[in-house]
């Protein structure tokens, strides 16, 4: 199984890599149907399956079929609650980020400027950087994951890997979800650049939205935003 293109990568080597973080890149995954019906939305979340990609293609690690067409979900990087305690992928958007998602997608995007066709697509989240830059540390250290996230992005060769899964994956609309980040470029921007450098088109071909961990607090769901 291919989980990245960063080959002999080692993330335990990198300048601010903490000592316990989890080493292993936690793959894509299909989590669900995305439908379509008269500008209205609908989310089916439905068992996990890895996206297993090899250099020309991809397909899913259980070899089933799903629809022929996808929408992208890309959050920055997998956090402590998708290892499991012997620092082992388990999946991604666990804990609060994804009980929000799931909870509040269809919510946001029909709140938002999005327009689609209608029909059936799979819905497929990805981290732009497939490793743990965050290190698992609870709580997060925010400076120390962004350091890591764009050291891996622009020196280890993660731009180019998250590259080639967007062009193998060919989603009808990405969604960009990244945290903010506390670097004055923003982890966010630096995913929607590469994007419009891959030849993507904001509000065509792809939105930005809040990250899903903000989409609510005791019941105020105003930051479930996409736009």
């Known amino acids: 199984m291919s989980v990245n293109f960063m080959k002999d990568f080692d993330f335990s080597k990198l300048d601010n890599y903490s000592f316990g973080g989890a080493v292993k890149p936690s793959p894509d995954q299909y989590v669900g149907e995305f439908l379509v019906h008269l500008g209205e939305y609908t ?12 250099e020309t293609d991809y397909k899913f ?40 998602l799931f909870k509040l997608l269809t919510f946001a995007l029909n709140k938002s400027c999005l327009k689609i066709s209608d029909g059936e697509y799979n819905v497929i989240l990805t981290n732009a950087v497939q490793y743990q830059t965050s290190c698992g540390l609870n709580p997060i250290d925010r400076k120390l994951r962004d350091k890591n996230f ?23 609309i990405t969604i960009n979800l990244c945290t903010g980040g506390r670097n004055l470029e923003g982890l966010r921007t630096k995913v929607s650049n590469s994007l419009i450098e891959f030849g993507l088109k904001k509000n065509k071909h792809f939105l930005e939205g809040n990250h899903p961990a903000s989409w609510e607090f005791h019941g105020d769901t105003k930051n479930a935003r996409i736009y």
């Open 43 to 54: 989310f089916n979340f439905y068992e996990r399956d890895t996206v297993d990609y090899s």
């Open 61 to 100: 690690l259980s070899n089933n079929t799903y629809h022929k067409k996808n929408i992208l979900v890309v959050l920055e990087s997998p956090h402590r609650f998708e290892y499991d305690e012997d620092n082992n992928p388990v999946g991604l958007a666990m804990g609060k980020t994804g009980n929000n």
């Open 150 to 172: 764009i050291d891996i992005y622009d020196n280890h060769g993660g731009e180019e890997d998250f590259r080639k899964r967007i062009f193998l994956i060919k989603p009808r």
